[in-house]
T-cell receptor
Framework: NAGVTQTPKFQVLKTGQSMTLQCAQD?????MYWYRQDPGMGLRLIYY???????DKGEVPNGYNVSRLNKREFSLRLESAAPSQTSVYFC????????????FGPGTRLTVL | QKEVEQNSGPLSVPEGAIASLNCTYS??????FFWYRQYSGKSPELIMF????GDKEDGRFTAQLNKASQYVSLLIRDSQPSDSATYLC??????????FGKGTMLLVSP
């Protein structure tokens, strides 16, 4: 099992460009998450999908959109990238429910110039 | 606003010593508690979880939970240089999301 996979691993964008970060999991998990991690700020939740067909905002959703394509895949889109979105992005998945062990992908390092 | 607080460190311990990492949380309704290890440039890796008051041991790791004091800790016995990493505490409240602390950096010197 690959667990949680993310593409791309690295990306450089210019301000105003758009891109989609891809995430897939092969653990048959119900819930999927997108986080960003910045120095001194810890992990912050951007969006999550508690189950296939649902998505909800997290702590820092502005400037992002998500799509739960199917049970396996959850994408994060930046419509018009800004330098403030320079960060490391992690996707995670879990079975969901009350006891919520989350498993993380390897991350995407994004730089917006 | 749910908060999870950790000392940022670094916590420095000699090889073979016990490292003690601490975490406090604000939401009394929290039900699940997790410790993640994150090496520099890598993603967080789940190493322990605990749901009930008391201690839970797994190899060299012991998680301790005190819900009355809203306090979670992680003890690492016989610390090794390979344990040098940032340790993230995460707390869940009976719904799908977790709140993460900012992490404590642990440095184990040979």
């Amino acid at each position: 099992n690959a667990g949680v996979t993310q593409t791309p691993k690295f990306q450089v964008l210019k301000t105003g460009q758009s891109m989609t970060l891809q995430c897939a999991q092969d653990m048959n998990h119900n819930s999927m998450y997108w986080y960003r991690q910045d120095p001194g700020m810890g992990l912050r939740l951007i969006y999550y999908s508690a189950s296939e067909g649902t998505t909800d905002k997290g702590e820092v959703p502005n400037g992002y959109n998500v799509s739960r394509l199917n049970k396996r895949e959850f994408s994060l889109r930046l419509e018009s990238a800004a330098p403030s979105q320079t960060s490391v992005y992690f996707c995670a998945s879990s079975e969901g429910g009350s006891y919520n062990e989350q498993f993380f992908g390897p991350g995407t390092r994004l730089t917006v110039l | 606003q749910k908060e999870v607080e950790q000392n940022s460190g670094p916590l420095s311990v000699p090889e073979g010593a016990i490292a003690s990492l601490n975490c406090t949380y604000s939401d009394r309704g929290s039900q699940s508690f997790f410790w993640y290890r994150q090496y520099s440039g890598k993603s967080p890796e789940l190493i322990m979880f605990i749901y009930s008051n008391g201690d839970k041991e797994d190899g060299r790791f012991t998680a301790q939970l005190n819900k009355a004091s809203q306090y979670v800790s992680l003890l690492i016995r016989d610390s090794q240089p390979s344990d040098s990493a940032t340790y993230l505490c995460a707390v869940g409240g009976g719904y799908s999301t977790l709140t993460f602390g900012k992490g404590t950096m642990l440095l184990v010197s040979p």
